[in-house]
């Protein structure tokens, strides 16, 4: 029997749960791009998505995907041969190396392993090995989607100054922003990269760059720059088109505008208090379902360096794909796969997955989702410790008094 028909929950990092508003949002007609009420919602949506990542500098935005964000990145921030440094901790920071490889750049990759955040003194010393000065900028991701690893960005921007190196401060934050706490200008990030389709609660084919008025200046010349990508007019143009480079993507933007008043009224740091317990939640369950089968546990150690939007676990191959199943097919909870953990060809894939806690999520669906897993380890025979709901709760009680 399944107990699948009702509604069902994605609870996989992006796409995330598309709130009930933003949908509403985008089902209307084509608007006039030419002039009248888009024109007037598009000014107002610059102004929320700088508060989102709470920056007062620039925004440029594309169609497109997090992949596009980056290579939007690529193309402004670098000429043809320059040196950039990724800190990878997981898979993303390697995708971003890979891509900004592919254009040119010269790459090299300080790479932390998929279940630790970045070393500061290895990268204090890669800093001071470049006393040249090549390096142009640092790409480092602030939630890794697949590990759930997050890195802390001002402890980052606190190294290149105590070392004295002019490298720009590039951060991907398409896994993190409307859900971990994010302060660019205040943890001196020069450019910032997120995807409309995770935090930010719309439908994927939105990217974001954000950046500062040093990397403004700084990249003036960056060849690798085409008129596509260039982020300057998408920021500065004098027609409406030139924002997007084109036609705008209409219903995203009025999808977009219903998510950015959804976070303007619940207040960003709400927003942030809210993954935190929902977070805090999940990591409980997995501690006590841990207390009763050593091959359960979370990626991450230390709870300081955990992703607040998605959480990677293990639960011992093949339990992990089996519980998957059983929860979506069962219960209608979509859990994510464990992503980078192990070749997908490899019997020990089939021990991760993640669970999400992104976007659009409240404490009945953080909680409901729990349950479904445990109600999946009983049907399923999988061997785990007592208590997991009821800790799960307790932390939901407590973080909302
Ligand atoms: C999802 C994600 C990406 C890739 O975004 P796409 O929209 O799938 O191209 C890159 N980095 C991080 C941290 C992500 O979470």
Not at 175 to 187: H, I, K, Q, T
Not at 242 to 257: K, N
Not at 259 to 275: C, D, F, K, P, Q
Request: charged content about 15%; hydrophobic content about 50%; glycine content about 10%.
């Amino acid at each position: 029997m399944s107990l699948a028909h009702g509604r069902p929950y994605l609870a996989i990092p992006g796409p995330s749960t598309m709130p009930d508003r933003v949908l509403a949002a985008m089902h209307r007609a084509a608007p006039n791009i030419y002039e009248g009420e888009l024109h007037a919602m598009v000014a107002s949506i610059w102004t929320d998505l700088k508060a989102v990542a709470r920056t007062a500098q620039h925004v440029a935005l594309y169609i497109g995907n997090g992949h596009a964000a980056w290579e939007a990145a690529n193309a402004n921030l670098f000429s043809r041969g320059d040196a950039a440094l990724v800190l990878a901790t997981g898979n993303f920071g390697i995708g971003w190396a890979n891509s900004a490889r592919a254009v040119g750049v010269d790459v090299t990759v300080l790479d932390f392993g998929k279940s630790s955040p970045v070393d500061l003194g290895q990268l204090e010393q890669a800093l001071r090995a470049d006393a040249a000065h090549r390096l142009k900028a640092v790409l480092l991701t602030h939630v890794d989607t697949a590990s759930s690893i997050r890195n802390d960005v001002a402890a980052v921007r606190a190294v290149l100054d105590a070392v004295g190196h002019p490298a720009l401060l590039a951060v991907d934050c398409i896994a993190s922003l409307g859900c971990d706490e994010y302060r660019m200008d205040a943890w001196g990030v020069d450019v910032t990269v997120a995807a409309s389709q995770k935090g930010l609660m719309v439908p994927p084919g939105l990217g974001f760059v954000w950046y500062s008025d040093k990397a403004l200046e700084r990249c003036k010349g960056s060849n690798l720059r085409t008129p596509y990508w260039d982020w300057t007019p998408r920021a500065f143009g004098t027609e409406f088109w030139q924002y997007f480079c084109g036609t705008a993507p209409t219903h995203h933007l009025f999808g977009l505008r219903e998510s950015l008043n959804m976070i303007a009224e619940e207040g960003l740091e709400n927003v942030w208090a809210r993954h935190e317990v929902l977070a805090g939640a999940v990591w409980a369950a997995f501690d006590a379902w841990a207390m009763g089968n050593p091959a359960i546990g979370l990626n991450v150690a230390d709870p300081a360096f955990r992703g607040r939007s998605v959480t990677a676990a293990r639960f011992g191959a093949p339990h992990a794909t089996r519980l998957r199943q059983w929860t979506e097919h069962k219960a209608g909870v979509t859990l994510g796969i464990g992503l980078g953990m192990a070749a997908s060809d490899d019997p020990a894939y089939h021990g991760f997955l993640r669970v999400a806690h992104m976007g659009h999520v409240n404490a009945h669906m953080t909680l409901g989702a729990l349950a479904v897993m445990e109600a999946g380890l009983v049907a399923l025979d999988i061997p785990h410790g007592p208590g997991a709901l009821a800790a799960a709760a307790r932390v939901v009680g407590q973080g909302a008094r």
